[in-house]
Every structure is written in structure tokens, then in C-alpha cells.
């Protein structure tokens, strides 16, 4: 049923792109998507009457992974300047940033030196003490008493 609403919506968005209609033809081949996100034709005639280029290798991308041999998506990404299985590619790659063993020397020496010289305590010629607190911390009783009104609420 929604592949035949969407088959509807589709020949609407057709006819409103073939009208010159843009803005309609978008708004109803969005529509068109959200039902049936797995139809080739959609996304094609979505990616001619996208906003910007952005939405249109957006659709166009989402059309090569439906049909990874498609002529007018692979023509269309190559005319924008978006060279189809580029980001395939990067994203075999190793995506762990490689550090120079000299700069990894520089920054674990001076690691070791930091953490040689750090005193987690307070210094004692400051004269610094810990003490407990002897009064309630702000805002303490509002928070009790709502605890309490909302146990009490549940109890009658």
C-alpha cells in the first residue's frame, strides 16, 4: 500500500517538476521518499529539483548505493565535481592519526617531568587544613521537603 501511495506521489512530483514547479515537485517527492526510501526513480527526479548541490549529491548518492551502476547518478556526481567512490576509498584507510616517534619522545618527557614534580596534597607551608562542614549544603531542605511531598503524595 505505501509503494502504491508513493508510485501516486511520484507520477504528482513528475508532473510538477515537468511544469516547471520545483518547489512543489520537492515538497511531494519528499513525501514520495519517506514511503518508499528504496525506489531508484524517487530519488532520481529528487536530485532534479534538489535546493542546492549538497541535496543533489545527497540523492545522488543515495541512488548509486540502490544501483551502484546507475549512468545518471555516476554523470551527475562526475559533473559536480564528486568523484563516486571517493569516500569508499578514505574510508578504508586508517583513520588512526600516526604520531611522529620524535614528537611521542618530546611529549613523554615531558610528561614524565610533570608528573615527577606534581604534589596531588595541598602544600603544608600554605597552611591549608580540611575541616567538615557543619551546616546544611544550600538548598538541602527545599530538596527534602519535596522528596517528602512527593512521597507523600503517593502514599495517599
Not at 563516486?84 to 611522529?100: I, W
Request: hydrophobic letters at 40%; one cysteine or more; glycine letters at 8%.
Amino acid at each position: 500500500m505505501a509503494q502504491e501511495q508513493a508510485q501516486q506521489l511520484l507520477q504528482q512530483g513528475i508532473a510538477a517538476a515537468r511544469d516547471n514547479r520545483p518547489g512543489d515537485a520537492r515538497r511531494i517527492l519528499q513525501q514520495a521518499v519517506r514511503l518508499d526510501p528504496q525506489n531508484d526513480k524517487i530519488w532520481l527526479w529528487l536530485s532534479s529539483v534538489a535546493v542546492d548541490d549538497n541535496e543533489r549529491v545527497f540523492c545522488l548518492k543515495q541512488l548509486l548505493t540502490l544501483d551502484p551502476h546507475n549512468d545518471f547518478a555516476l554523470k551527475g556526481l562526475r559533473a559536480l565535481g564528486v568523484e563516486p567512490g571517493a569516500e569508499e576509498q578514505q574510508a578504508t584507510g586508517s583513520t588512526v592519526p600516526l604520531v611522529d616517534d620524535e614528537k611521542f619522545a618530546r611529549v613523554s618527557q615531558a610528561v614524565d617531568d610533570f608528573l615527577r614534580r606534581y604534589n596531588p596534597y595541598p602544600a603544608d607551608h600554605l597552611g591549608i587544613q580540611w575541616t567538615h562542614k557543619q551546616r546544611r549544603r544550600y538548598g538541602e531542605k527545599g530538596a527534602v521537603r519535596l522528596r517528602q511531598m512527593a512521597i507523600g503524595g503517593v502514599v495517599l
